[in-house]
């Protein structure tokens, strides 16, 4: 076996001399290879476009964040009780859980309460109504202006920190500081402008305008306190075990809630949502990658058949290496290295174009640019290899297990 | 010419087969020796059993019965792999279509046996080289089969079978598909390797081309009917199973 790899190499060469002279046809047989390794690249280069440019976004929230929000029971729901949260349960997280900060409520206004409008251009658009804490909390900073401060909260100031989307949106001209937009029929001065985001799974991020919490519950109105949620900084991450575990405590208690019942309200880390997103993301692309398997399975089926044709088209010639002094193994090792040459080009060529067409979709739809991370690439070659020796091992055996006298006598 | 050394012995050798259900005997009770340098002619009419004599000389098949001995080995106790290892190193090979590969260039084609020993690429390309200078195509080297005259063919297939430097070069009509002048280059090729010291056997049905050699043998039915060294003899030998066919 010393001279394996050396005869390897001539396998190698007479491989690619074979599969040159038929270029046409060894292109269409690696066809189902090519679509089948270009779809997986294609797919796992978009997901984990996504997941790398979500990991960033929660890498830049922090992992000390918790988020509070209120949960209905599908059994309640169906009841037609609703859980909320308040702002005396944010009040009374404040008081009694310590080694916290940044305590933050946000209220969210979709549809008619939050159409906006600047000189006769009108649209809506997410109306988020919260603390000037929010500013810490979720690492949000004024590119022009300045974030509101307690004092527009205290004083329900009609101050709005606006998106930079909306500045296109509604065609402010000029400055857009000290000018005022109008929001569900109320003025606001424009008084910073948030940096640019830029898009995330297609949605526009910058799409938004920030508002005072208590400016807000002006705004809405009404009798019924909105259902708020809750974001927390925690001091030291040591302690976020019993942190989670003192909020719970806590707001079970001002809900009144008896020992059976289950909790009315999900307390999530960045941690936590973001381990939810891989898992997402992980079965998503275990998915895909089974599916588009299949089609590797079919393109091989296509490289069994052409070898099979190969062989009887070259018998003539088996018979000639053999009565030059080729082994059995000899033989077995062209063939078989031939369809993995042939799957191997078939894999190159789809990881290529797999990568290109992910891109293509990637930069067509706004989504976060496409990556190929390594083990997708060898995961595709060695499937692509795989392939080869599976389905080059039938015809590879017909081929060596030919007999000499009647390989040289056939036409 | 006084027998110097054996190259090959057989001894009651039979090969058998089953055609269709009924069996017959494509050799039986062949004995020959056949020493270094000899030349010889196997003649006989088409079915006498040349092509399986062929076939076992050239270590492509094993005897159904008998002994065969190549430089002392008993061959036909061989597994597939020896047998291989033999005919690479053992026996040059030369056919009536020339067998060469079609996409490979001259020199490649001699190379080829070469690759199967595990010889490095520097020493295959220096033999091969020489090879295919001796038999005068030094300068056709990269041409593929196609490009080259049935002549040329023929010596490349000649080159292809000495660069092992085998011990016996076996031929197979070697001169069927050539015409009457190219016939004549490459018999006088053959007459040089003869007198360089190679043991050439060579199957032919044409009586000129036996004529040439200095030892004929003739095949009957499967049987071996007549051995003679001279070159006389020869002629109404060979005449005479012509007619007969």
């Not at chain 1, 002006?218 to 306190?225: F, M, T, V």
């Not at chain 1, 973001?274 to 992980?282: D, P, R, S, W, Y």
Request: hydrophobic share 45%; with cysteine.
């Amino acid at each position: 076996m010393a001279n394996l790899g050396f005869k390897i190499i001539e396998a190698t060469r007479s491989a690619s001399q074979s599969i040159a002279a038929h270029g046409f046809r060894s292109f269409l047989t690696t066809l189902g290879v090519i679509i089948g390794v270009a779809s997986v690249i294609g797919v796992v280069s978009v997901v984990q476009g996504f997941s790398a440019s979500i990991t960033q976004e929660f890498d830049g929230m922090g992992t000390n964040v918790i988020n509070i929000e209120s949960y209905t029971p599908r059994k309640a729901s169906l009841q037609g009780l609703y859980a909320s949260l308040g702002y005396d349960d944010l009040i009374e997280i404040k008081h009694r859980v310590k080694g916290i900060s940044n305590v933050t409520p946000t209220v969210t206004i979709w549809g008619s309460n939050a159409v906006i409008s600047y000189r006769g251009e009108s649209t809506d658009t997410m109306v988020i109504g919260t603390a000037s804490t929010y500013q810490k909390l979720y690492a949000v900073y004024p590119d022009a202006g300045r974030f509101f401060n307690l004092s527009d909260d205290k004083s329900r100031r009609r101050v709005a920190v606006l998106g930079p989307s909306i500045i296109t949106k509604v065609n402010i001209k000029g400055d857009p500081i000290g000018q005022y937009i109008s929001i569900s029929g109320e003025w606001f001065k424009i008084i910073g402008i948030a940096e640019k985001r830029g898009k995330l799974f297609g949605f526009d991020q910058d799409d938004f305008i920030l508002l005072p919490y208590s400016t807000t519950r002006a705004l809405l109105g009404g009798a019924e306190e909105p259902d708020i949620s809750i974001g927390l900084q925690v001091d030291d991450m040591q302690m976020i075990e019993q942190i989670k575990q003192q909020l719970k405590n806590v707001l079970r208690r001002n809900h009144n809630l008896g020992k059976d019942a289950a909790d009315d309200f999900k307390i999530a880390t960045a941690d936590q949502m973001l381990e939810t997103f891989n898992q997402i993301i992980g079965s998503t692309t275990l998915v895909l990658a089974g599916i588009v398997g299949i089609s590797v399975l079919v393109g091989g089926i296509g490289i069994m058949n052409i070898m099979l044709v190969s062989v009887t088209e070259r018998t003539r010639e088996i018979g000639i290496q053999k009565a030059l002094g080729a082994t059995r193994f000899d033989i077995l090792l062209q063939f078989l290295i031939e369809a993995v040459f042939l799957c191997l080009l078939g894999g190159l060529i789809g990881l290529v174009l797999g990568f290109g067409a992910g891109s293509l979709i990637s930069s067509a739809t706004g989504l976060p640019e496409a990556t190929v991370p390594l083990w997708a690439v060898f995961l595709a070659f060695g499937f692509s290899a795989g392939t080869g020796l599976i389905f080059g091992i039938v015809p590879a055996f017909k081929a060596a297990n030919l007999d000499p006298i009647d390989a040289l006598r056939y036409e | 010419m006084s027998p110097v050394e054996t190259v090959i012995q057989l001894r009651s050798i039979a090969k058998h087969y089953t055609m269709g259900g009924e069996g017959f005997y494509a050799l039986q009770g062949i004995d020959l020796d056949i020493y270094l340098n000899d030349y010889m002619a196997v003649v006989g009419s088409s079915g006498s059993g040349k092509s399986t004599l062929m076939n076992l000389l050239g270590c492509l098949d094993y005897p159904t019965d008998g002994q065969y001995h190549l430089k002392g080995m008993a061959v036909a106790s061989l597994d597939e792999n020896r047998l291989a290892g033999i005919r690479n190193r053992e026996i040059g090979f030369i056919f009536q279509n020339f067998n060469l590969l079609p996409r490979a260039s001259a020199l490649q084609n001699v190379m080829q046996p070469l690759i199967y020993r595990g010889s490095p690429l520097a020493e295959r390309k220096r033999r091969a080289e020489d090879a295919l200078a001796m038999v005068g195509l030094q300068d056709r080297m990269h041409h593929v089969p196609n490009q080259l005259s049935g002549g040329q063919r023929q010596r490349v297939a000649i080159a292809r079978a000495l660069v092992t430097q085998p011990a016996i070069l076996l031929a197979d009509e070697p001169t069927g598909n050539l015409d009457s002048s190219t016939t004549v280059e490459i018999m006088a090729l053959f007459d040089q390797l003869h007198e360089d010291g190679q043991t050439l056997i060579i199957v032919t049905h044409e009586p000129d081309i036996a004529y040439r050699c200095r030892r004929v043998i003739t095949l009957k039915d499967g049987r071996l009917i007549s051995d003679v060294a001279n070159s006389a003899t020869v002629i109404s030998q060979a005449k005479g199973v012509g007619a007969h066919g």
